[in-house]
Structures are given as C-alpha cells and as structure tokens.
C-alpha cells in the first residue's frame, strides 16, 4: 500500500511539473511552436493602389453573388496570391491573379456549371470570378471564413498547416492594410 501511495505521488508531481513547464512556456513566448514565425507579407502603397484601382471594380460584380466574402478580403487574397498580376503562373500549377489550381478550377465548374479553362483565368474577370466563387465553395464547406482562406491556399486536408495559417495571417494583414488605405 506504501509503494502505491509513493508512486501515485511521483506521477502527479511528475503531471504537476510539466504542466509547469507547459504554462512557463506559454506565457513566455506565446503559442508553444517548434516552427520559425516568417514576416508577414506587406504591401507598398503603390502595389495597394494598383490592386485596389484594378480590381475593386470587378470584385464589386461578383460580391452579390457571393455574400459571405467582402472586397477587402478579396483585394488582400489577390495581393497575397499574385501582387495584382493577373497573369503570374505559380510554382503548383496555379493560374491568375487569384492563384487558382486545376482542381479548385473543376469543382468551380462543377459547383458553378460552368466550363472555363486554366488560360480563362488569366482573363481579369474570370479570374476573379473563379477565385471568388472557389473560395465562396470553400466557406460554404467549412462555415468559418478563417478556415476557408487557409483551405483556399492549401487544400480541404492542408487547412490546418503551419502554411495555411500563415497564408491566412498574411491575407489578415494586408486586407488591414486596405482597410487603412485613405
């Protein structure tokens, strides 16, 4: 009965100590991560400028059709994605302004009954379009907006990555950065 009793209080200051820990860490350095923090993408006011003259007007098309985003989620998507080039190619195979990959083009068609193709995606409306009505998809899935950004960049299965919420964090940011536009 003794050595039980001593070994119950091994564990339980053993569970004490490295809750310790565990709290120490916390309150130390924030969230416990094994990850690097990376900086946040930020914007020049020109390139601000530039997306926000380009496409606020084709955003506003759109949003009527897609109620739950807004422009300055959008316009800070389009800034994170492509800087407002709506002709960059990506390294995964993603195409336009909005980055838009084959498979979220095909569930875009499926969804919209539409049938673009990925060159339709360097035009400027339809880019934007499939980007929107993608992420718009993603929402509906996931009915949480920070979820749907971060699956928008890294997949359903990738959406809670270290990637996604940094992708997240960045559209964050430079959507405030609209926001703070004059």
Known sequence: MQNL?????????????????L????????KVTLQE???LVSLTDAELR???EKYSGVVKIYLPYYKNLNLELVLA???CESRGKQDETG??????????????????????SRQYTMNDLFNLYYGVEVGMGYLNLRFVKWKEM???????NQGDGGA?????????????????QFKNME
């Open 5 to 21: 009793l001593n070994n119950m209080r091994v564990v339980i200051m053993g569970a004490v100590g490295l809750l310790l820990i």
């Open 23 to 30: 709290a120490f860490l916390w309150f130390k350095g924030g």
């Open 37 to 39: 923090k990376k900086p």
């Open 50 to 52: 530039f997306i926000r």
């Open 77 to 79: 998507m389009i800034g």
């Open 91 to 112: 390294e995964h195979g993603e195409y336009g302004s909005m980055q838009v990959k084959p498979d979220a083009l095909a569930d875009f068609n499926s969804y919209y």
């Open 146 to 152: 920070s979820k749907a950004v971060r699956a928008y």
């Open 160 to 176: 809670d990555s270290f990637e996604a919420w940094d992708y997240f964090y960045n559209v964050e940011n430079v959507r405030s």
